[in-house]
């Protein structure tokens, strides 16, 4: 493989990065140690060369180095503002305990409820298709958008999907596990899991995808380790049951997928998993430099601006760069010969976004807000862990994960997810009261 010198020396400042973020934080689950040591992963898998991957260049190299030290700085300001601006140097409270705010367990159930119906009413269409001969290939290529023009899919069906349904599901996953977790009685507790575990796997079949098992893990674990002795025993081996069944799933369906020979197999797609993001990101590096004018924060906010096109198309406002913006990132779905004459999409990493945005300094800056965000979380869940930070902040953590495949704020339904998730939450009336009782007093 190309790039001997560079490489390992990459390889070794994001060891260095990841380890040292780990030790200072004293949390394993931090921005900068997961963003860093996914990079790390990804990059020696890459330099190993199997399956004939393509070449990566010296300058998609230089971009991981810049966007995670850009990361890195990031993190570390936000939390020294944290602790002499607000004080957040000491912890102040139990997990989950003194919020103002409880779940609104109706308001989840509705949520469940709307999304097992539309996705039941998904999976008999996906059904259809099957029956008519496509493969589950091909579910994912026509319900994501990746290469076919025909859907079975209505405007409508398409727009309560994309702003709705799929934002429910992120917010239902990190709730469930909440409601799995915690000791006390909760209402309806058998059947928010009942239709959790049934609209997850309405969502697989439907979409053909593995990426929202890999959520519902990467919450359950990260949740595990917050909640620790919280955690009766009964429901640690149920979740280790889950897990199980959840990597059989995730088999399961690379397997249904692989059925063309365009496309990977079973070991191929693990390999990609973790090495496709830097050969990519090579690619649209170059296309990105001969293509078009850096994006100025359109990519980094294409997924606020699209949750407003809708509005945009009704009355008839035209944003011309946000089209050309978003219109640039949804090439990024296309199918790329990766693996030899086996084709991969979609892995091109949030830095590539980034990279739209402004070139070397997009890189370094947007990632230096990615670090400030997830840092300023981060310190919340630690110091002041109230349940309405602790699910933020596992919703902000879907985004790290898929850092090294794409960038999550890009899709109107995640951003949206954040808007929908205070719906879940009701003002405590004691909370309340106390509160107006000491002002009095004061």
Request: charged share 15%; proline share 2%; with cysteine.
């Amino acid at each position: 493989m190309s790039n001997t010198f560079y490489t390992p020396l990459l390889l070794v400042m994001l060891g260095a990065m990841a380890w040292l973020a780990a030790i200072t934080r004293k949390f394993l689950f931090n921005t900068v140690t997961i963003i860093c040591g996914m990079w790390f992963v990804s990059v020696f898998f890459a330099s190993l060369g199997l399956f004939g991957i393509r070449p990566y260049s010296e300058r998609a190299l230089a971009m991981i180095a810049i966007g995670c030290v850009g990361i890195a700085m990031g993190d570390l300001l936000i939390r020294l503002i944290s602790q002499h601006v607000y004080g957040m140097d000491k912890k102040q409270s139990s997990l989950g305990g003194n919020s103002a705010y409880s779940l609104n367990m109706r308001a989840l159930l509705c949520f469940q409820i709307f999304c097992t119906v539309y996705y039941a009413l998904m999976c008999a269409k996906s059904f259809q298709l099957l029956r008519a001969g496509r493969t589950f290939a091909d579910l994912r290529t026509i319900y994501q958008g990746y290469a076919y023009t025909e859907t079975t899919l209505s405007n409508f069906e398409q727009a309560i999907g994309n702003h709705i349904a799929k934002s429910f599901i992120f917010i239902i996953i990190p709730t469930a596990l909440i409601v799995l977790f915690t000791r006390r009685e909760v209402r309806y507790r058998k059947t928010v899991l009942i239709l959790t575990v049934l609209d997850l796997c309405m969502y697989t079949f439907y979409t053909a995808s593995r990426m929202v098992v890999m959520v519902a893990v990467s919450n359950a674990l990260v949740l595990m380790v917050l909640y620790k002795a919280h955690i009766p025993k009964k429901v640690l081996k149920r979740m280790k049951k889950m897990g199980i069944v959840c990597c059989i799933a995730v088999v399961v369906v690379t397997a249904l997928r692989a059925t063309s020979q365009s496309l990977l197999g079973v070991w191929e797609t693990v390999y990609a998993y973790f090495s496709a993001p830097l050969p990519l990101m090579s690619l649209w590096i170059e296309k990105i430099d001969a293509s078009i004018r850096p994006t100025k924060g359109l990519a980094f906010l294409n997924g606020l601006l699209s949750a407003f096109d809708i509005l945009f198309k009704r009355f008839n406002i035209v944003i011309e760069a946000h089209q050309e913006s978003s219109s640039f990132i949804s090439s990024f779905e296309t199918f790329i010969p990766v693996y030899g004459g086996k084709k991969i999409n979609a892995f091109v990493s949030a830095f590539s976004y980034f990279y739209l945005d402004g070139r070397e300094a997009g890189v370094f800056f947007f990632g230096g807000v990615m670090g400030m965000i997830g840092g300023y979380f981060e310190e919340r869940v630690q110091k002041r862990p109230d349940l309405l930070s602790v699910l933020t902040y596992i919703l902000l953590l879907q985004a790290v994960v898929k850092f090294l495949f794409k960038w999550e704020f890009a899709s109107s339904s995640y951003v949206l997810a954040f808007v929908y998730l205070r719906l879940v939450f009701v003002r405590r009336r004691r909370f309340v009261l106390a509160r107006v009782k000491r002002n009095i007093m004061e």
